[in-house]
């Protein structure tokens, strides 16, 4: 197991145990909206090694993942940063300017990547608080985009020592990042990283040619559960319906072991498929008991 490099809104490493005993020690994985990849990450160690793919429909993320895959030692360098509210600010509109030609560049070439834009957007993404990390501004504030202060806490990247203590000497704190980014850069070795629209990451070319397939699905929550709709740069209303039907008409395929996350009262699911109720920490009070995760008929109870 491996620690985020970030904290992410929506991750599901709180029951990750439960998700990898109901999936188990699958030949092939997929993670279509992987987001933090909080899962992937929490894969139990005495697992035998698999094909492993990850994608993500926000550039700013799979470009993180790529470039930690294949240049550790860049993303470290740009994300060994002290906490800085300027600098986080500033950064955040330069990120901004980015994203157009970020998003271009990674879906011409499938090696592409940028590691200053990597370790940037992972420190700011540690410590920016609430919504909006380099997320396009909805509803423009004054001055078109919004701003917000840095965390003092020490998250992700950011924590950089034992107990959540900062730490304050530059060499330590460089040599945490670099500590870390390298880690993540082992531990994605094997790991297939897309980038694109979620359906691309659950063909039969990406599932079952591989074998059996463990299929972990965290979409946006639909509009109907009530969530907030500011939350994701690259959000929909409506793409957990679609997900919804593909694990209905995949879900009695024996080459498949599916997890399907969302709210109670979200979807409605045919007999065999059982339910796995749990609490989470963020996002709106009301919210937090509903919980779900959905796993398909061959997933062990």
């Not at 998700?19 to 035998?48: I, S, T």
């Not at 740069?233 to 599916?258: L, M, Q, Y």
Request: aromatic letters at 12%; glycine letters at 12%; hydrophobic letters at 35%.
């Amino acid at each position: 197991m491996v620690k985020q490099p970030f904290p992410y809104f929506g991750g599901k490493s709180r029951v990750a145990g439960e998700v990898w005993r109901r999936l188990g020690d699958v030949k092939n994985y997929v993670e279509p909206f992987c987001g933090g990849a909080g899962m992937l990450l929490n894969r139990p160690g005495d697992h035998k090694n698999c094909t492993e793919t990850i994608n993500d429909a926000w550039s700013f993320v799979s470009n993180f993942w790529r470039a930690t895959k294949y240049a550790p030692d860049d993303v470290a360098r740009w994300g060994d940063s002290p906490v800085n509210e300027i600098d986080l600010q500033a950064r955040h509109r330069w990120l901004l300017a980015q994203a157009h030609e970020l998003e271009r560049k990674m879906k011409a070439d499938p090696d592409w990547f940028d590691p200053k834009v990597a370790g940037w957007w992972a420190f700011g993404q540690s410590l920016w608080i609430g919504e909006g990390w380099c997320v396009p501004p909805k509803r423009p504030a004054q001055g078109g985009v919004r701003l917000a202060r840095p965390s003092l806490e020490g998250r992700g990247l950011a924590r950089t020592g034992s107990g959540g203590l900062l730490v304050r000497t530059r060499k330590a704190k460089a040599e945490n990042v670099g500590r870390e980014i390298g880690v993540l850069a082992d531990r994605l070795r094997r790991v297939n990283v897309l980038h694109g629209d979620w359906k691309r990451a659950v063909t039969k070319a990406v599932t079952t040619r591989f074998g059996g397939t463990g299929v972990f699905l965290d979409p946006p929550y639909t509009q109907e559960s009530g969530r907030d709709m500011r939350i994701y740069a690259k959000d929909s209303g409506t793409v957990g319906h679609a997900v919804h039907r593909w694990a209905v008409e995949n879900g009695d395929d024996p080459k498949f072991k599916i997890a399907v996350c969302g709210y109670e009262g979200e979807y409605v699911w045919p007999a065999g498929w059982t339910a796995f109720a749990w609490k989470s920490q963020g996002g709106k009070r009301s919210n937090r008991g509903r919980e779900r995760i959905w796993f398909s008929p061959h997933c062990p109870a």
